[in-house]
């Protein structure tokens, strides 16, 4: 089990390699395994998490959602970490600004101020974080499945869905396309969000009647 531990972080490269660079990195395969590079996709990330989980669960004999409700929660927090990371590292950050809170990331050679989009993100994070968080302990554990996941992916990647209008284009296709990568890989997560969210609900209502 502990070398699926690793999951998350191939999801993450491979997401990146496969979305943003797909016929780069096919003609040249060996230069996925070199990932100290950078390129690492958020989107491959959860989707790995999510293999992981659902292996995990078949070995312990839990229901998936039960461990998903609960896992988003430090998700949250450590996403909002990751984020700040990206800030110290002058990465993935946005278009020219002329808001007073604007960073000229000069590490990049940058010369005016850019939003910082790693710390919008690093706050809706964040409050996602401080939202699942109380729901858990108001409800002691004891809240309706599927709503603190449902209200993650919803949270998350319909902030990450706007944030990307003010991003600077990760590789050069996205500059001809009506919404980025970015924005397409998060459409399907705020979709399943939703479903998620309405099925649990009605399972509820018709569980309390």
């Given at each position: 089990?502990?070398?699926?531990?690793?999951?998350?972080?191939?999801?993450?490269?491979?997401?990146?390699?496969l979305f943003y660079?797909?016929?780069?990195?096919?003609?040249?395969?060996?230069?996925?395994?070199?990932?100290?590079?950078?390129?690492?996709?958020?989107h491959g990330a959860?989707?790995?998490?999510?293999?992981?989980?659902?292996?995990?669960?078949?070995?312990?004999?839990?229901?998936?959602?039960?461990?998903?409700?609960?896992?988003?929660?430090?998700?949250?927090?450590?996403?909002?970490?990751?984020?700040?990371?990206?800030?110290?590292?002058?990465?993935?950050?946005?278009?020219?600004?002329?808001?007073?809170?604007?960073?000229?990331?000069?590490?990049?050679?940058?010369?005016?101020?850019?939003?910082?989009?790693?710390?919008?993100?690093?706050?809706?994070?964040?409050?996602?974080?401080?939202?699942?968080?109380?729901?858990?302990?108001?409800?002691?554990?004891?809240?309706?499945?599927?709503?603190?996941?449902?209200?993650?992916?919803?949270?998350?990647?319909?902030?990450?869905?706007?944030?990307?209008?003010?991003?600077?284009?990760?590789v050069a296709f996205?500059?001809?396309?009506?919404?980025?990568?970015?924005?397409?890989?998060?459409?399907?997560?705020?979709?399943?969000?939703?479903?998620?969210?309405?099925?649990?609900?009605?399972?509820?209502?018709?569980?309390?009647?």
């Amino acid at each position: 089990m502990k070398c699926l531990t690793s999951l998350p972080i191939v999801g993450a490269r491979l997401g990146h390699c496969l979305f943003y660079e797909p016929s780069y990195y096919l003609s040249n395969p060996v230069e996925i395994l070199k990932i100290w590079r950078g390129g690492l996709a958020s989107h491959g990330a959860a989707i790995g998490i999510l293999l992981v989980l659902w292996l995990w669960v078949r070995k312990e004999k839990k229901p998936y959602m039960w461990i998903l409700d609960r896992i988003v929660i430090v998700a949250a927090l450590g996403g909002a970490m990751i984020r700040l990371g990206n800030l110290m590292n002058s990465e993935i950050y946005g278009v020219e600004t002329t808001l007073p809170w604007g960073f000229v990331f000069l590490r990049n050679g940058e010369t005016v101020p850019k939003h910082p989009t790693q710390i919008y993100e690093s706050l809706a994070y964040f409050i996602t974080f401080i939202i699942l968080s109380r729901i858990y302990w108001r409800k002691k554990g004891e809240f309706i499945s599927g709503v603190p996941f449902s209200l993650f992916l919803i949270l998350v990647f319909i902030f990450r869905f706007f944030v990307e209008y003010v991003k600077e284009d990760q590789v050069a296709f996205e500059a001809g396309m009506t919404l980025n990568m970015g924005q397409w890989l998060s459409l399907p997560f705020i979709l399943i969000g939703v479903v998620v969210l309405i099925f649990s609900l009605r399972k509820h209502r018709l569980q309390a009647t």
